[in-house]
């Protein structure tokens, strides 16, 4: 039998870990296709389908989106792919085992929907550029990602850039116009961005300092993602974990994705509970 296949899935994260660390650091991001099998992402469209009602609010959510926050209240699926082993080789690799998640979303883009804007994921913290990331994104792709679909795209090594705004870059406008743009429109276009093609199933990983844009969708089918987020462990999430995934849920999820809720502490002791670990709020 192949060595491979004996592998624990751990085991086989931690090797392609190891085989991509170095494509991670110089590019800013890595393609892994075919991760998921057409089962998991059938289950993954299942449990979504409930909370597929809600549509992006302005230019940066995207008015032709869904757009569904707080997964891992909404069904234990989402806490497998949180904690998905191979993404955390990574995550862990780059922010340590105290990484928290940041966010969790589904991204639903609708035929007609118009690019994003330029934004890299850890732009919340407010540190100058060029510097360390203080977070890593996950994209697993539901559907697959084509030309024309909206694939995500990606400014390769831009991670590594000073630069903390450029042509085409988020601004406050992005969150408050409701003007629906022509998927046509595309005020950020450079030659030099990357569209993230890839089957259903696969996962791109992400520095948070990689400047990356939703793209248009210029199909006529939908295009899903779901995102899981990850930050230091000494940041502050973008979303309040605690809120959005009540304890008595939380109680329910595996171990490791209890951690990266919050269950858990940055060393020496970031993150107590009234003097204690945090885990001992969900053994009460």
């Known amino acids: 039998m192949d060595s491979a296949q004996t592998e624990s899935p751990q085991d086989q994260a931690l090797r392609r ?3 991509r660390r170095e494509a991670f650091d110089r590019d800013g991001y890595v393609i892994f296709e075919n991760i998921l099998s057409e089962e998991e992402t059938a289950a993954i469209r ?31 699926v989402f806490a497998d792919l949180a904690a998905h082993p191979l993404a955390m080789a990574f995550v862990e690799g780059e922010l340590g085992t105290s990484c928290l998640l940041s ?3 589904a991204i639903n883009l609708h035929p007609g929907e118009s690019v994003q804007p330029w934004h890299h994921d850890d732009s919340h913290i407010d540190m100058p550029r060029p510097r360390k990331a203080c977070g890593v994104s996950a994209f697993w792709a539901i559907d697959a990602m084509t030309e024309t679909n909206g694939a995500t795209e990606i400014l390769p090594g831009s991670h590594l850039w000073p630069e903390d705004d450029i042509p085409g870059a988020v601004a406050a406008e992005h969150f408050a116009d409701r003007n629906r743009r022509d998927a046509g429109d595309d005020p950020g276009a450079r030659p030099d961005a990357m569209k993230v093609v890839m089957p259903a199933g696969s996962l791109m990983l992400a520095k ?19 995102t899981p987020q990850y930050c230091a462990g000494w940041a502050r999430p973008l979303e309040n974990m605690s809120l959005a995934v009540p304890p008595a849920i939380a109680r329910g999820l595996p171990a490791r994705a209890r951690e990266l809720l919050g269950y858990s502490i940055h060393e020496p002791f970031m993150g107590y509970v009234d003097g204690a670990h945090p885990r001992r709020v969900l053994e009460n």
Do not use: Q
């Open 17 to 19: 870990y190891h085989e």
């Open 46 to 76: 299942a449990a979504l389908a409930p909370w597929m009602n809600r549509t992006g609010r302005n230019d940066f959510e995207g008015l032709s989106t869904n757009r569904v926050y707080a997964l891992l209240a909404k069904s234990p």
């Open 103 to 105: 966010a969790c979303l």
């Open 208 to 226: 948070g300092t990689l400047w990356h844009r939703g793209g248009a969708n210029r199909s006529d089918a939908p295009r899903l993602i779901i």
